[in-house]
């Protein structure tokens, strides 16, 4: 239990304030500790070349042959094959940093490009701060954590939908007019990850100030989204608190991959999509009994009140999932406690060497830039764009449904909702089951997979939407039960889920060196589907029916079906014809 609250916002807070006596790390318990940190390879390359790992093919290779033993530490004291003694020790004291970089190395430093630098790295593959070597129910834990997060944020759009009749006849404006306190919301959460995502990858930030940064703002500005005195003052206000609120639905997904290596990480992202689910599912549920007693106000208090425990959750319990920005602290830890200002890190390197328009590039160019350069890409987010953008539309159709079609009353049309998330839990079990059985065996034993093998749950998943679609536009009528028009809104739970889970462990296997980029990309995408979508919807289910409209979305879905296909058959192809994308497979 120490070893979680440590890492969080309350752990430091307590470390601050104790001046480190409370809550100690290992070399703070143990000063001596410090030689096992230190890695021989990557400090030699510095001295070298000024890059801890700019090495030429001929020491790769021989770095590749040489016995386990010359390259891993031991408890004696030996650092990547350089015997730290403390009478090695010593003379560090005595002869300063760069006697230290020639007695772990035995390398002179480059005068042109070599750099006096003693870089810093995990000790070993156990080592128990690295956030893939947590037990399990740690990360068991986390990912707990990480979903209610993703769950408080989500609830966030379709919460408000269970108002929007008061939001109406409060303000005066049309139901289009009041479909947009859902889409810019929506259009918020949109935009907000191409700023959030990339300042989280920086160590010297990390994710969790971002996390529990925004999260306390976004808590607070439902107070005056609740007391909106005008129609433009709650428009306003919805649009910050998407923004704002924005970073865990692009974020949550690269948090829960620094806690599980690649042949386990489909299992928390599973779970992962069932919480953002969960969230649009189960909003107008919560919202729809408040919004019919008090008014759309109250879904927005509601909203508040989950946000604020969830904070209040996160400040005393949520760790840094970021090994670079763990990393990072460490090296600053081990500079402190020496007193070696050499000490470094390769994500503390990298995070000084990148300018502000390297994070532009990242942040505003780079997703764009891929998505329209990269067919695989472009198609992908497309896709989910679509089926993003249909549930949103199809979502509207539920009040003429149930409230128009079966004389639901408001509270009661959100338990309609439920059949979705039924549909989620269901497919759960033999998702994990074909992740267990069929996929796992297919890692090679550097635990990599060729990215196409991701893709054959799409399949499924592309024909449930249609199915949903037709069996719910067909099935929603006067004469028959309206239990089967909730039955059939399952199949989109099911199609959704199988089609995210692919594509969002697809296109980070693709494109590793731009994993952040390609997911910002794919959140702007199916943001902007979602937050427009919803605006026609009514127009369309009134002129065309409930059958029809829902029918034409259907078709639209079907047009999308050879997508997972394609990929498939032709995307090492592909993929091998790009420059940025993965061609080693």
């Known amino acids: 239990m120490s070893e979680l609250i440590r890492d969080t916002v309350f752990g430091h807070v307590v470390r601050f304030i104790t001046k480190g006596r409370v809550l100690q790390y290992a070399e703070e318990r143990d000063p001596s500790l410090w030689k096992q940190y230190l890695d021989r390879e990557q400090t030699k390359n510095m001295a070298l070349y000024g890059h801890p790992d700019d090495k030429t093919p001929e020491e790769k290779q021989e770095r590749e042959s040489a016995p386990v033993s010359e390259t891993q530490s031991n408890a004696n004291g030996n650092v990547n094959g350089a015997n730290l003694s403390d009478e090695s020790s010593q003379t560090r004291a005595e002869d300063g940093d760069h006697q230290l970089s020639s007695t772990i190395t035995g390398q002179k430093i480059d005068p042109e490009k070599g750099r006096d630098t003693t870089m810093v790295t995990w000790f070993g593959d156990n080592d128990p701060e690295m956030p893939l070597n947590w037990s399990t129910l740690k990360k068991v834990f986390v990912t707990f954590e990480i979903c209610l ?30 479909t947009l306190g859902l889409t810019l919301f929506v259009a918020g959460y949109g935009l907000g990850p191409m700023i959030w995502a990339p300042m989280s990858e920086i160590p010297q930030i990390g994710r969790n100030p971002i996390y529990i940064g925004t999260l306390a703002v976004f808590v607070i500005f439902q107070v005056p989204t609740a007391l909106a005195v005008n129609f433009a003052m709650l428009l306003c206000f919805r649009f910050l608190t998407g923004f704002i609120g924005s970073p865990v639905l692009a974020t949550g997904g690269a948090s829960i991959g620094d806690m599980f290596a690649p042949n386990k990480r489909a299992y928390g992202i599973g779970i992962w999509g ?31 009140w989950l946000c604020g425990f969830s904070l209040v959750l996160f400040i005393f319990f949520l760790p840094e999932t970021s090994s670079s920005n763990i990393l990072y602290r460490r090296t600053r830890r081990l500079r402190k406690l020496t007193g070696i200002e050499s000490l470094r890190c390769q994500p503390e390197i990298m995070g000084e060497q990148m300018t502000g328009k390297d994070i532009v590039l990242i942040a505003l160019v780079r997703p764009i830039t891929l ?20 549930l949103y539309i199809w979502f509207e159709s539920f009040p003429i449904v149930f409230e128009g079609i079966y004389k639901f009353n408001l509270g009661e049309e959100g338990l309609a909702f439920v059949g979705i998330l039924v549909g989620a839990i269901i497919v759960i079990p033999p998702f994990f089951y074909y992740l267990h059985k069929v996929v796992e065996p297919q890692f090679n034993k550097n635990g990599e997979l060729t990215p196409e093998k ?120 592909i993929r091998k014809r790009s420059k940025l994308a993965r061609q080693d497979f």
């Open 454 to 573: 991701r893709l054959p749950p799409a399949f499924v998943g592309a024909f449930c939407i249609p199915i949903c679609l037709f069996w719910f536009g067909w099935s929603a009528r006067p004469s028959i039960h309206w239990i089967l028009p909730i039955i059939g809104s399952g199949f989109f739970s099911v199609g959704t889920f199988l089609l995210f889970n692919s594509v969002l462990n697809y296109l980070p296997d693709a494109y590793p060196e731009y994993a952040a980029s390609v997911l910002a990309g794919n959140d702007f995408m199916r943001s902007s589907f979602g937050a427009g979508f919803p605006l026609f919807a009514t127009a369309m289910y009134k002129n065309l029916g409930v059958a029809w409209a829902s029918s034409t979305l259907g078709f639209l879905s079907i047009a999308f079906i050879p997508i997972p296909f394609v990929l498939y058959r032709y995307g090492e192809t």
């Open 274 to 304: 069932i919480a953002a689910v969960c969230g649009p599912v189960l909003g107008p549920l919560v919202g729809g009994f408040a919004a019919q007693a008090e008014g759309w106000a109250w879904t927005i208090w509601e909203l508040m």
């Open 371 to 390: 998505n329209f350069t990269e067919p695989m890409v472009f198609l992908l987010n497309l896709y989910i764009a679509l089926i993003y953008g249909l």
């Open 149 to 178: 997060l993703t769950f408080s944020v989500y609830i966030g759009s379709a919460i408000y939908s269970a108002g929007e009749e008061t939001v109406v006849k409060d303000f005066g404006v049309s139901q289009t007019k009041a």
